[in-house]
């Protein structure tokens, strides 16, 4: 089976930066993905490693050791819209992604 | 144009009732999948799709019977609703297995409350 883990919660304050961790059991694996969700909202795709290493999009890197079983999403010059819910999840086979429990993130001023 | 969309997004029901929550994606993507999460935000798979096939059915009761008239559509039916059954139902998509199945695409959700 599989199984991640993450912290169930993350504060931080405007202009910081953060990271949030994840650790994974799986096999077959493919991959890292992380996605956003604000409350009341819809999941959203923010990024995905295959391989090990940084990733960067905008504000947002994701990093990923595979032989460590280990990744974690980094946000910096953090805004207050950035404030979610944040879920690793990963692809095994041909199967659906398996989610993380989330990590609450809470920006404030 | 919405990528994922479902209907209704609130449903508000009695227990015993049977209710349907329909899902379409216009990406042009050959799987789908339904997604509960509960009131702890843990999202789960239910099922999944793949060109009308079923691939994945998870541990959920035969209450909920999912239905691909084709690879664009996910319909999710359930009899006989229970209290425990309230949640937010996402129906999601992607671009089938291996490195491309990562990036799924969710619909806005559906809250199923159940009285």
């Known amino acids: 089976g599989q199984s991640l883990e993450q912290p169930s919660e993350v504060t931080a304050v405007e202009g910081a930066i953060v990271q949030i961790n994840c650790t994974y059991q799986t096999s077959g694996f493919y991959g890292l993905s992380w996605y956003q969700q604000h409350d009341g909202g819809a999941p959203t795709f923010l990024s995905y490693n295959a391989l090990d290493g940084l990733e960067e999009t905008g504000r947002f890197s994701s990093f990923l050791s595979r032989s460590d079983s280990y990744g974690y999403l980094l946000l910096q010059e953090l805004q207050m819209k950035d404030s979610a819910s944040y879920f690793c999840?990963?692809?095994?086979?041909?199967?659906?992604?398996?989610f993380g429990s989330g990590t609450r993130l809470q920006v404030q001023p | 144009d919405t990528a994922v969309s479902q209907t209704p997004k609130y449903l508000v029901t009695q227990m015993g009732n049977d209710k349907s929550i329909k899902c379409e994606q216009n990406l042009g993507h050959d799987t789908m999948y339904w997604y509960k999460q509960d009131s702890k935000k843990f999202l789960k798979i239910m099922f999944s799709y793949n060109n009308k096939e079923l691939i994945i059915n998870e541990t959920v009761p035969n209450r909920f019977s999912p239905k691909s008239p084709d690879k664009a559509h996910l319909n999710l039916h359930i009899n006989s609703l229970e209290l425990g059954d309230s949640a937010v139902y996402f129906c999601?998509?992607?671009?089938?297995?291996?490195?491309?199945?990562?990036?799924?695409?969710f619909g806005q959700g559906t809250r199923l409350t159940v009285v």
């Open positions: 999840a990963v692809l095994e086979g041909r199967r659906a992604l398996t």
């Open positions: 999601a998509s992607s671009q089938g297995s291996g490195s491309l199945g990562t990036e799924a695409f």
